[in-house]
């Protein structure tokens, strides 16, 4: 399948998850669409990059080591990503990696995921706690950085900062998780 040819498919991809998630096994079927999927979702500026990053995430839920040798490549771009729809998914993606690479099970991404990828991470996290996203980009933000924190000693500072100035002027949920992650925080 071409890039044009899975562009033109993914017009076809929906909100229900049954349909991501046929396309994502179909993806998963076909390791080969990885970087035309890749491709075609940082076409930022393209309403089918949305529907891309879903299919995408799902891919990830599903197959999460799938995204190794990709790495390079969605890490460099992902803060370019913009539009709300393509934003929550690839805000889910980072909470995968780091989850797995943090995971108390071993996972092929501990082995995978650089200090570099990290840092990446690390800056598109904190690009959508202070930009005006919705709740679920900042509350996979928040629990990606609350992780990559463990290791990486300033994270908490920041984070601590950003939660407490932004507390009063966000949504019930952002609250909420805000609350969860700070308490962790203090355990610490």
């Given at each position: ?32 669409l ?10 930022v500026?393209?309403k ?25 490549h ?7 990503v ?24 071993e ?40 992780l ?22 966000q ?15 203090k355990?610490?």
């Amino acid at each position: 399948m071409t890039t044009e040819q899975l562009y033109d498919e993914l017009n076809y991809v929906s909100h229900s998850r049954a349909n991501r998630l046929k396309y994502a096994n179909m993806v998963i079927a076909q390791p080969e669409l990885i970087p035309k999927l890749l491709e075609i979702l940082f076409l930022v500026d393209d309403k089918v990059s949305c529907r891309a990053a879903w299919v995408f995430e799902f891919m990830c839920g599903e197959k999460l080591e799938e995204i190794i040798p990709h790495l390079n490549h969605f890490t460099d771009n992902i803060n370019k990503v913009y539009l709300d729809s393509a934003v929550r998914p690839a805000a889910k993606v980072c909470e995968y990696l780091v989850k797995a690479y943090y995971s108390k099970e071993e996972h092929a991404i501990r082995g995978s995921l650089t200090s570099q990828h990290k840092e990446k991470i690390v800056e598109a996290c904190f690009d959508w706690m202070i930009n005006d996203e919705k709740i679920a980009p900042k509350a996979y933000a928040m629990n990606t950085l609350f992780l990559l924190g463990k290791e990486i000693d300033w994270i908490h500072s920041e984070l601590t900062l950003i939660l407490e100035r932004d507390f009063q002027m966000q949504s019930s949920g952002y609250k909420a998780r805000a609350r969860h992650i700070l308490k962790k925080i203090k355990k610490r």
